[in-house]
């Protein structure tokens, strides 16, 4: 049987493979022939993980969307699936016309389809606004976030989209019942005022799952009452207090990864080690692995 004689069916099992497990690029397909590209296009789970990164490269299998024309052309082929969906907020704000035309040329539920959400802005200088883009991509639409399960803030600027992120906090969390898991990905400080947001946006008492660095300052664990897994990622803090874990209340955590060098006064209580199931050390000094490995047995530990 010629390859050409293959069923659509049978070429998007190829297709799926060679983008998801041979890392293979889509362009690379569609350029075969027109039957081939005509299939990738209208085949949705090609295009579920999405990614508008004007400037940082996504990593693969995402699509790579610098304009926004591009993001919305890729959400319009993902028909009615669920998506993995990326956004770089830029600091210079798309013209009016760019915007204007993705909102009138993306699938307006695209919000309700994401599974998991990252949101990521870059340090400006000059602290330009980004309220216009934030709202434009995530607060245009009646659509809510209904099937989102994972979301995750990279460098967000709490001052720079005040009003929208806040906004969009609260839609979250009336809408994604689902919501399980959160991120903050920062490097540096964490802005004053995000943890706040999340408390009163409702999306704190949803987590089971949270990821955060020590520069986030102080954690009110007690609005985290359905935490089940915590990542903390040793983070040097200029302006706040790093996160202590001498405090952590939390009746469900299974378990806890610490990643870097934390110090004995910033670990966990003796009853927190003792209830996990699991306990993973990431870059932890030897003295703190054997002073924990001594209250437990089952202690996966990563040492340099």
């Known amino acids: 049987m010629s390859i050409h004689s293959l069923p659509n069916e049978t070429l998007e099992i190829i297709f799926s493979f060679h983008v998801y497990e041979l890392c293979g690029f889509r362009t690379a397909l569609q350029l075969v022939c027109k039957r081939w590209n005509a299939t990738a296009i209208s085949f949705p789970a090609l295009w579920t993980r ?14 790579n969307c610098r304009t926004l024309d591009a993001l919305a052309r890729a959400i ?32 307006p539920t695209w919000p309700s389809r994401c599974t998991s959400l990252k949101i990521i802005t870059t340090c400006d200088f000059y602290g ?4 216009g883009p934030l709202a434009c991509l995530l ?29 969009f906090l609260i839609r979250v969390g009336h809408s994604a019942h689902s919501l399980h898991r959160l991120e903050l990905d920062y490097d540096d400080d964490v802005p004053l005022g995000l943890v706040q947001a999340l408390i009163t946006s409702g999306i704190f008492r949803r987590i089971q799952e949270l990821k955060i660095p020590t520069s986030i300052g102080h954690v009110p664990w007690e609005a985290l009452p359905n935490l089940c897994h915590l990542d903390v990622v040793f983070v040097d803090s200029l302006l706040c207090s790093c996160t202590s874990l001498a405090g952590l209340v939390a009746p469900k955590l299974a378990s806890l990864r610490l990643e870097g060098p934390f ?6 209580p003796a009853t927190i080690i003792r209830q996990l199931r699991r306990l993973e050390m990431v870059r932890i000094s030897q003295g703190l692995v054997h002073a924990l490995s001594a209250m437990r047995t089952n202690v996966d530990a990563v040492v340099p």
């Open 128 to 131: 330009r606004s980004l309220e």
């Open 76 to 107: 319009n082929r993902t028909a009615q699936a669920t998506m993995d969906v990326t956004l770089e907020i830029p600091n210079a704000v798309p013209p009016p016309t760019e915007l204007e035309s993705f909102l009138s040329s993306a699938n």
């Open 50 to 63: 999405v990614s508008w990164s004007p400037t940082i490269p996504p990593p693969h299998p995402s699509v």
């Open 139 to 167: 607060l245009n639409t009646t659509s809510g976030f209904d099937a989102l399960r994972t979301l995750i803030l990279s460098h967000v600027d709490v001052v720079r989209c005040k009003m929208d992120l806040s906004s």
């Open 263 to 268: 110090h004995h006064i910033q670990l966990p």
